[in-house]
């Protein structure tokens, strides 16, 4: 196998710590879905599911039939899926047969649903999604009591695994109004199902940044993303969390599981006057020296970053000089004096005393954290470390 043009390393240690974090902050008792969707933002489904594994997570989330497939092919026979998203009527036997749950959320799904059960002869495991107010998907309350009745007459078929919601913003405390009248609606809907005699197997509505900031929402079961990875929801969750804790959060604070480096593949004199690169971008003001990167924007390198990110090579700040390429990036390194060809540099992460963090990054390309993380190449190699 020949060498990709970047890297990328996830850190065990640092995952595990995350878990525990987020353990904590939940409670014994609350089963944690590991929320995977958009290639494990990322990180890779392939690397992440096992070391989430490690961590003994034992239920992971994805957001279409075809990601759930790759879990299948990353986790252990004991680790359960769900769909939370699109699962085509065509994709729904191959879904029941393979023990994966999904979503539902319309009521015309069931019959379909109970036709695919019988024909796979084992049951399929169910999560009612209802509508309380993100509008997006979930099963509105006029049809919810229809498929309660449903499940209830063919649960020799159909396993009410679930009743799910998802908060339309719970990151930003200006939404706190919207989130409030989210749960007090799926409430309604416990008490419905409770009238009914029914009971599902878990009730679940938080994500990352529900789990962290609000512990009345965490029910038996948590969906977490972006917690996970080692990343805040949003400064409004950080602080609230700095708060609850008295600002003593450094120990046991969530920490960034993903570094992505490359190698120095050129090193150059550029004279002063000299252009660096397409166009006129950039003009050497000084006698300079210039390493060569080996990866541009077809690689999930923005763009945005031309004449303004930076890389770390031997602990130092290189700044970028001129535009970021399709294939190639050039940084300056006239203060790096021992740089030589082969040498890692660090696009995101930690090299000796200085880092570099996806947010500062986005900050200049305007993406967000999970934007920018979840466009990375499925094709730059993931790797485990400690
Ligand atoms: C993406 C997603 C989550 C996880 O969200 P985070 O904020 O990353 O924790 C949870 N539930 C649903 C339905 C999602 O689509």
Redesign the pocket.
């Known amino acids: 196998m020949v060498r990709h043009s970047s890297r990328i390393e996830l850190s065990q240690s640092s995952l595990k710590s995350n878990f525990n974090f987020i353990r904590k902050k939940v409670g014994p008792g609350v089963r944690i879905s590991s ?1 995977v ?1 958009a290639n494990a ?1 990322g990180h890779g489904i392939h690397e992440f599911v096992p070391m989430a594994e490690k961590c003994g997570v034992e239920h992971f ?1 994805v ?1 279409s039939a075809f990601e759930a497939e790759e879990v299948l092919e990353a986790c252990s026979s004991d680790s359960s899926i769900m769909i ?2 699109i699962l085509y009527d065509q994709d729904i036997q191959w879904a029941i047969e393979n023990g994966i749950e999904f ?1 539902v959320f319309n009521y015309d799904r069931l019959p379909l649903v109970l036709e695919k059960a019988k024909a796979a002869d084992k049951k399929a495991k169910v999560h009612i999604e209802v509508e309380t107010g993100a509008n997006r998907t979930g099963m509105n309350a006029r049809e919810v009591p229809k498929a309660l009745s449903f499940l209830k007459k063919n649960a020799r078929y159909i396993e009410f695994e679930g009743l ?1 919601t ?1 908060f339309g913003g ?2 930003s405390l200006s939404n706190k109004f919207k989130i409030d009248s989210q749960h007090r609606k799926f409430k309604e809907f416990i008490k419905l199902c409770k009238g009914r005699g029914m009971r599902p197997n878990h009730y679940h509505i938080a ?3 529900a ?1 962290l900031a609000y512990p009345e929402t965490t029910y038996d079961m948590v ?6 990875y080692g990343f805040w ?1 949003s400064p409004d969750i950080f602080y609230m969390h700095l708060q609850s804790t008295g600002n003593s959060a450094n120990s046991t604070s969530l920490k960034r599981i993903f570094t992505w480096k490359t190698d120095v593949m050129d090193i150059r004199d550029v004279d002063e006057g000299e252009f660096i690169g397409y166009g006129t971008a950039f003009q050497a003001i000084r006698d300079m020296k210039v390493a060569v990167l080996p990866l541009g924007y077809s690689n999930g390198y923005p763009r945005a970053q031309s004449n303004r990110g930076h890389v770390l090579i031997h602990g130092k700040k290189a700044p970028i000089t001129g535009l970021i390429n399709m294939n190639l990036f050039m940084v300056d390194v006239s203060h790096i004096k021992e740089v030589k060809v082969g040498d890692e540099a660090v696009l995101v992460g930690r090299q000796k005393n200085n880092t570099i963090n996806v947010s500062s990054f986005t900050d200049v390309t305007r993406l967000l954290n ?1 934007e920018m993380l979840s466009r990375l190449p499925a094709a730059i190699p993931r790797k485990a470390v400690r």
């Open positions: 929320v969707k933002y989330s957001a939370m998203g979503f799910c998802h719970a990151e994500c990352s940044a789990a969906r977490i993303g972006v917690a996970q929801p999970n």
